[in-house]
Each structure stands twice: as C-alpha cells, then as structure tokens.
C-alpha cells in the first residue's frame, strides 16, 4: 500500500482515520509521504494495535530544505516512511538532487525486508518534486533514481506520490523498467488526487514492481482520508525471485551525504587476521605539515564550523546521542535496538589531500559487544571511502581496516585491539611521486607521535583526494544491552608536502 498522508492527517483529515483504512486493507508493506518524523511510532502503534500484533516497525527519510549537492545543510521534519511487519535486514536513506520550488533535494528511503518465503525484496518509498512546472525536476528525479535502484537485486518494490499522470516522461521512464501495479492489474476508479479536497480527478500515486514480483490485483480505496487516496495491490514472486541466494546480502550498500545521512551500516565479518604488522612513521616529524583542522572538544560545544554535517559513510539514527562534553566527543549507542544498524555522529566539510597528508584522532574508549562500532572514515562520499573502526566482544574485540569503492565495501585487514597501542588511528595519503608511490596507509599509535602501519595499497582514485571528508561515528549494527559510550577526542588532520 502506498498513500500520501497530507502532512500525516493534518486537519480537516485525521491520523487515526489513516490509520484505521492500513488496518482495514491488513497490507504487509505500507509506504507513506507527507508525514512527520515524530509520527512514526503513532503509525506503528496504531497498526500493531488494531491487527493485535506487535511485528510492526517502521524506518523513514527526511527531505533536504537547504543546500546544494551533494551537502544538504538542513533538513526539515517532513518524511517518506515505509512501515512493515516484516524482519528490516537493511536501511537506507539517500537524497535525489532534483530542486523544485518548495525543496532543492527530497528523501528516498530504501528498506530490505525478508518475505515469509525467505526473499528479499527491495522496498523504496518515494515522493517526487511537486507542482505542473516541475516536470523538469521529476524528469532528474527519475534519471538519478533508477540506476541507484538498479544496483540493487532484484525483486523491487517503488511506491509513492510521483506528482505525474500516466503517459509523461518520468512515468513512462518508470514503466521501461518496472511493472505498474495498476495499468497492468487494476480494477475500479483509478483516480488517487483532488485538488478540491473533494473530487479526485487525477491518478499519480504508483506502486512498480520489478524482479519476479508480479501484480495480482490492484485498486484505488474510495476513502476520503486525505488529499491523495491510498493504492493497494497484492503481488506474487516467482521461483527464482523465491530464491534466497538473490537476497540482499550481495549488493553493494549505496549513500549520499546527508547531514542525517543516509545508508546502514552493514558491518562485514572480520577477515582472518593481517599479517605483519610493519613500519612505523613519525607524525610530529613529517617536513613540511600544514594544519588543515583541528579539534580538542574542549569547548564542551559542538563547533559546527569544523562538523557541519552528521555523518555521510552511511545512515545516521538521530536518536543516537551525540555531544562534545566533558572535553571529548561523546557517542552512546542505542541499547537493544533490533533490527537494523543504529549510527550517528559528525563530519567535517571537505579538504584536499592531493600531495600527500593524513587525519588523526583518538579513540579514547570504544564500544564493546560483537554488534557495537567505533568508526573513523575518511572519504569523498558515500560510496568512496576508506575507513578504520573498532568493534567485538570484550574478550575478542578488533580494529579493522576497509574500504568502499563503486558503492561495494571490502575488507583489508583486522588485528586484535589494544586500548594501549590503539588510541590513535591514522589514515594517511602517502604521496611520493618520486618514487612512484600514491598509497593510502592506515596506521594506529598509543600516542599521536609514532604510528605503526596496519596496513596500505594504491590509493583509489574513486576516493577524490581533494574532496576529502572526515568522520567519526558509532553505534550498532545489531542489539546491544551494554555497548558502553564511544568517546573520540584530538582529531588532527595536515597537509604535507615534500612527501
């Protein structure tokens, strides 16, 4: 089911209303527009409720009112939602660049969910630019939506309001790949829109499909709930979309940069550990170091100059804590949250490496529980980055070396950590044209002053050394009961030249 809420059942509608029809049309997978974030357990609540379950949760993604790509400097409280009473195994949240006259970004939210049958379908809530003269702008939606959506396997879920009537350019876009629920199997009026708030004219709502997940039935609910009305359909899949080994798990995770940003983190499993642990490099020693940005956290005051941003290697959880108290940076993860992965923290605007540097900072206390992640990243966006995080149990727990390159994240290395020897981590532009090097090079020390190398390769060029971000972020990718608080301080990050 998807509907179109108008700003979640804003009067002359009602919520419960809303609510009452989801129960009624008893759906698996709903997808909403138009609602607010803070409305997001009332809608889980209400349907658990009235189908006398407790399955149902709900993930959403906040849209962008200022900015320009690919930095969003504020978001509002106004989501798309997908709510299920399906097991989440994966979430993302990811901004489309398509300005109209109310926002220059809108919020799409992707949600894994496992079927009955083990699938694992692809779900995709969307809300396209508005108004007659922003066909333009739902034209650049279409274009930058469908091959991020296409890197996904297949089965596809898309629903949402797309603003468009059949037989225009970014419908029929839509329908060169994916299957409309209503053209192919509707029954009944289709018209899901009024302008009146009393005569629905016009059909712009959609439910596509894609992958073996094939409509059945579909129908338009003659309720009067809002200003859009809801579109229901029931699909099938097919054996092979049937087929657990076409499940999530092998797609690469995808973001953009959010300041709530954008894509789960789907920690790998550790490989086997990195074998010899080698040089050494003196940092107050490098010739020719330039400060590009520095931070104590001494203020005990988030300074959003140096950290405009949340975070950009992946989805952020607002609920995750995160403050510069007590002269550090303070994360507390969430406690027991199922599901999904729970992140958040803070990253920097973007700074040139071309010829050679590095960032630093120190883990002063990390998480502990095998579900629970202290990570510092270092990259150009979403889907090019190079990072070192801290993680495991308390009687096993590891650093761990990887990277993401084309959206597609590889482990490098792993050692067991030392709260001693691992107090700071490094990640470094090693640049020496001279001698025909261009590496990146993680590193660790227990004193910012003689760093141990973990592990180094040719730098990627796809990690744009200067348009570099820096990031530090913790929480969880799987229930925690006692992960502890992650605390980072003196973050440091130079330029060197003469490398």
């Known amino acids: 089911m998807t509907f179109n809420s108008k ?32 409305q997001l357990e009332q809608y889980v609540n209400g349907i658990n409720a009235g189908l006398h379950t407790t399955a149902w949760h ?48 809108r919020g799409v939210i992707r949600v894994a969910v ?5 699938t694992t379908l692809q779900v995709f809530a969307a809300h396209l630019p508005a108004t007659a003269d922003a066909r333009g702008a739902r034209v650049e939606w279409t274009r930058q939506f469908l091959p991020w959506a296409r890197s996904f396997p297949e089965p596809r879920l898309i629903g949402g309001d797309f603003n468009d009537k059949p037989g225009t350019a970014p419908i029929t876009a839509m329908r060169q790949e994916y299957v409309d629920a209503f053209a192919a199997k509707g029954s009944g009026p289709d018209a899901t829109h009024t302008q009146d708030d009393k005569h629905y004219t016009s059909h712009i709502d959609y439910l596509f499909s894609a992958g073996g997940l094939s409509p059945q039935s579909a129908f338009v609910p003659q309720v009067t709930l809002s200003d859009h009305r809801p579109v229901v359909a029931t699909f099938s899949t097919t054996s092979a979309a049937r087929n657990p080994d076409a499940a999530v798990s ?94 958040n923290g803070v990253a920097s605007g973007t700074y040139d490496l071309t010829g050679g540097g590095y960032a630093s900072v120190q883990l002063v206390q990390g998480p502990v529980g095998s579900g629970a992640f202290a ?80 592990y180094r390769e040719p730098w990627d060029p796809l990690v744009v050394p200067s348009l570099l971000m820096f990031e530090m972020k913790g929480g969880t990718s799987a229930p925690e009961d006692q992960p502890g608080t992650i605390i980072w301080d003196n973050f440091h990050a130079a330029r060197v030249s003469g490398s």
Request: glycine share 8%.
């Open 58 to 105: 709900g993930e959403y993604a906040q849209h962008c009112t200022r900015g320009k790509a690919p930095v969003c400097e504020n978001m509002n409280s106004e989501a798309v939602m997908v709510l299920t009473r399906l097991p989440i195994v994966d979430v993302e949240k990811r901004l489309v660049w398509a300005e109209d006259k109310f926002l220059p970004a």
């Open 7 to 38: 700003h979640g059942g804003e009067a002359p509608w009602s919520t419960s209303a809303q609510i009452a029809e989801i129960v009624a049309e008893g759906p698996d997978i709903v997808m909403l527009q138009e609602v607010d974030t803070s």
């Open 250 to 343: 092998s797609a690469p995770t995808v973001a953009a940069v959010l300041p709530p940003s954008t894509s789960i983190e789907a920690v790998p499993a550790p490989p086997p550990p990195a074998v010899g642990v080698t040089s050494a490099s003196t940092a107050g020693a490098v010739p020719g170091e330039s400060a590009l940005l520095d931070d104590n956290f001494d203020a005990d005051v988030l300074d959003k100059d140096r950290w405009p941003i949340s975070i950009f290697s992946g989805y952020q959880d607002a609920r995750v804590a995160v403050a510069a108290t007590g002269g550090a940076l303070q994360i507390a993860p969430l406690i027991g949250m199922e599901g999904i992965s729970r992140y």
């Open 375 to 454: 990570m510092f990243t270092v990259g150009s966006d979403g889907d090019n980055f190079y990072r070192i995080y801290q993680g495991g149990a308390a009687d096993a727990r590891v650093l761990l070396v990887e990277k993401k390159i084309a959206g597609t994240k590889v482990a490098l290395a792993t050692v067991p950590y030392s709260v001693d020897d691992h107090q700071y981590l490094r990640v470094r532009h090693d640049y020496r044209p001279q001698e025909a090097i261009d590496d990146v090079v993680f590193e660790a020390s227990p004193s910012a002053a003689s760093f141990t190398e973990l």
């Open 114 to 118: 496992r079927l009955d049958g083990g």
